[in-house]
């Protein structure tokens, strides 16, 4: 009975055989390659019993993956960035309570950055002048009293001194190291740090008539900041600062460090600021649309007698094209263009004036 019903089924055992191998080897072949995809990413399996040069390079992989990498290097800049933050206090009257001597959140003015290790530092200038109180800074827990203010209007920074020696200080970028999506950290004196992105780094309102003797442009932040953070630092990943902070409450602009970088030397040296003047009011073309090209500064009316533009015969209704062989464009504007100068430096413009290009030398003028 037995080998009867094998003799007339024997042909659907087989096909079921057949079947039930092929199944299990396209499910094995199947299973392997969602273990590889999922499980194991980077091939490590593939790699055992291989020699370790063709293993590290695949933890390292795995490594950044996780992002335990990019997560040691935040938190190592932020850590030593806070080391050259300092914190301002609205300074307390004399008392004999030793409560009302001691300083507090209620105190706080905002944060500045130590910019030498003998106690210069920079802020925004509107702190240290908000409320018309006088203004204390607070390193390592030691209150110092400010000395030596020194205001620049051109950036809305101001420079001051505390007597010590020994601070720590960080590195200055270079603003046009960085790039509009890059992820920037804003470090203030409590030690607290938001990771943010630069939307960016040529921001400012709608200006119709800009002078050639100011800053204009701003980092533009993606998040708003709180208070806390005012007069800080915006820091890379090399932990080097290339914005500070702005005042307000929910702030989203800082002042790129390239905009000041250039006048520390002369600050440090003579404890006294200068700016190079060139004394334009112009409408640069790069904004503005209708005029039949998108670059150049129109010079928007005469010079003032007496400053350096009217001295070198620059009028009305010129179109400056070039400084010292550098295109005015969106990317490089009259007035950053004359202000990387110093006073008296000699810069060259190139202007079309009625239909003809000339070269017109300047002697820069100086101001504070």
């Given at each position: 009975m037995d080998l009867k019903f094998w003799q007339k089924n024997k042909e659907s055992f087989l096909k079921t055989v057949?079947?039930?191998v092929v199944f299990g080897f396209l499910a094995g072949i199947v299973g392997q390659?969602?273990?590889?995809?999922?499980?194991d990413p980077y091939n490590l399996a593939l790699n055992y019993g291989l020699d370790d040069e063709k293993i590290y390079p695949r933890i390292d992989e795995l490594k950044k993956f996780s992002g335990s990498e990019y997560d040691e290097i935040?938190?190592?800049v932020a850590e030593n960035s806070a080391k050259s933050i300092a914190r301002l206090y609205y300074k307390k009257n004399a008392s004999e309570d030793i409560l009302k001597t001691l300083y507090s959140d209620a105190d706080f003015a905002g944060n500045a950055f130590i910019l030498t290790t003998d106690g210069w530092m920079i802020s925004v200038s509107e702190l240290l002048s908000k409320e018309k109180r006088e203004i204390v800074v607070a390193v390592d827990g030691k209150i110092y009293k400010t000395e030596k203010k020194i205001v620049d209007p051109v950036t809305g920074l101001a420079f001051f001194k505390i007597n010590g020696t020994g601070f720590s200080t960080m590195a200055?970028?270079?603003?046009?190291?960085?790039?509009v999506g890059q992820t920037v950290l804003a470090v203030n004196s409590y030690g607290n740090t938001v990771l943010?992105?630069?939307e960016n780094l040529n921001y400012h309102t709608e200006i119709d008539i800009k002078s050639s003797d100011k800053y204009y442009d701003e980092i533009l932040l993606k998040d708003g900041l709180s208070s806390r953070y005012a007069g800080s630092v915006l820091v890379n990943y090399s932990g080097e600062i290339i914005g500070v902070v702005s005042s307000g409450k929910d702030i989203k602009t800082a002042i790129p460090v390239n905009n000041f970088k250039r006048i520390i030397p002369l600050v440090l040296r003579q404890e006294k600021l200068t700016r190079p003047i060139l004394g334009l009011d112009y409408i640069d073309l790069a904004e503005k649309e209708g005029y039949g090209q998108s670059r150049g500064a129109f010079v928007y009316k005469?010079?003032?007698r007496g400053t350096p533009a009217a001295s070198a015969g620059i009028k009305?209704?010129?179109l400056i094209s070039k400084v010292d062989g550098i295109n005015v464009d969106k990317n490089s504007s009259l007035n950053q263009l004359i202000?990387?100068?110093n006073p008296k430096d000699r810069v060259e413009l190139t202007l079309n004036r009625d239909g003809r290009e000339m070269v017109v030398e300047v002697v820069l003028g100086e101001g504070k």
């Open positions: 057949i079947i039930a390659m969602v273990a590889r995809v999922y499980l935040i938190g190592e200055l970028g270079d603003i046009y190291e960085s790039g943010t992105h630069i005469d010079p003032v009305k209704g010129d202000l990387q100068n």
